[in-house]
């Protein structure tokens, strides 16, 4: 600590001097994240203050949350789902395992079967709860291989996992074929849709990823992605109301006898900030902005094949790859890379149509 505090002036100058190394979103190309809407901001700062550890205290926000889970419940053909205000994608997966393993209490040693290509929070979530993680290969399209899924479980399966929307290759996984297996051996299988969640329902023709196929328990989805909220903003949405409910703990000083969470003090203004979007924008204008993202990456795929620059993949979402060499990519662009080695652009909507062609010039003009 300092001994004497600052003055708002010296504060704020040095705040902004620091916030000044961050990146501009003009040339962010990597990111799963991107500029809250407007009315997001709007909303997280009427809701600064609030805790949803607490429910009782804040009863309307809570009711938000509340709102909040309907309108996924709603959108992933579901009206009667449960669930709750996650963090994220990572705590949205930990969560949905927990829960999985709760309900199997009675295996000694227990696994989870996931895609290869399942996000790294997978491997946090193994990690905490003593899971051992059994990855399924992918087909020649970056998919899980539902065969191969079927042949892995086993008598300690407690769960199996399908991404909708990679986030390495934005492809999605044979939801309908996994939701049946996982039906066949009456097992928990849950959906991770962290990004492809807010992009999937909006697409010209969808894929089916969610509660309409048998089989599905739970999805993930993180408005804090495509749902253009302010961050940490998460959703694990439940097919059974009450499912949670399993996880309940005591808490002895709150407002509330027990809860289910994770994080014990939770912020309302996220919460609030992704029901502002998707009740400012509705059905047709989230679909505007996918719409949008959806054209920027097939252009994007389009300009860099006429470059010489080949696609590594025809994505189901807007998340680009290429086989393209590492000192092709001028500054000040921030790219990534997947553990391929390909380059990997999301088309976010920060990233308007004109950063597109601004990208393609510079990285034309620089290996020509
Ligand atoms: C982003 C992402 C996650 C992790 O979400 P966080 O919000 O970063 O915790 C998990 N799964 C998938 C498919 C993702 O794209």
Not at 262 to 285: H, I, K, N, Q, S
Not at 311 to 324: E, L
Request: hydrophobic fraction near 45%; glycine fraction near 8%.
């Amino acid at each position: 600590m300092l001994n004497k505090g600052r003055s708002v002036e010296e504060l704020f100058s040095f705040f902004a001097e620091k916030k000044s190394l961050d990146l501009d979103h003009d040339y962010i190309l990597s990111s799963m994240c991107t500029l809250p809407h407007s009315v997001a901001v709007r909303a997280h700062c009427m809701f600064m203050e609030t805790n949803l550890g607490d429910p009782g205290l804040f009863p309307g926000t809570f009711s938000l949350e509340h709102l909040l889970v309907k309108r996924f419940g709603d959108l992933f053909h579901c009206p009667d789902a449960g669930g709750y205000a996650t963090s994220g994608g990572t705590e949205s997966n930990i969560q949905a395992l927990r829960l999985a393993k709760a309900l199997r209490h009675e295996v000694a040693s227990p696994n989870v079967i996931v895609p290869a290509s399942a996000h790294f929070s997978f491997k946090k979530a193994c990690d905490i709860l003593g899971l051992s993680m059994q990855k399924v290969p992918l087909d020649r399209d970056h998919r899980m291989d539902a065969g191969k899924a079927a042949e892995m479980i086993d008598a300690n399966t407690v769960a199996m996992v399908g991404v909708a929307g990679t986030t390495e290759y934005g492809m999605v996984d044979p939801i309908a074929d996994l939701g049946k297996i996982a039906d066949q051996h009456d097992l928990f299988f849950h959906v991770d849709a962290a990004f492809g969640g807010m992009v999937i329902p909006f697409l010209d023709r969808p894929v089916p990823f969610d509660f309409a196929l048998k089989g599905v328990t739970t999805v993930a989805v993180d408005p804090h992605k495509m749902g253009m909220s302010t961050i940490p903003a998460g959703c694990l949405v439940t097919r059974e109301k009450d499912a949670l409910n399993t996880l309940n703990i005591d808490t002895p000083y709150l407002t509330v006898k027990q809860e289910y969470t994770l994080g014990g003090t939770r912020p309302g203004a996220p919460v609030a900030a992704a029901l502002a979007v998707m009740d400012y924008l509705g059905f047709d204008g989230m679909k505007a902005v996918v719409s949008g993202c959806m054209k920027n990456t097939e252009r994007l795929i389009a300009g860099m094949e006429t470059l010489g620059i080949p696609r590594a993949a025809t994505p189901d979402v807007n998340v680009a790859t290429f086989v393209c060499d590492q000192k092709r990519i001028p500054l000040p662009w921030r790219v990534s890379w997947t553990c391929q080695k390909h380059l990997r652009i999301v088309c976010m909507p920060h990233v308007h149509a004109d950063r597109i062609e601004a990208f393609l010039s510079d990285i034309g003009e620089y290996h020509a």
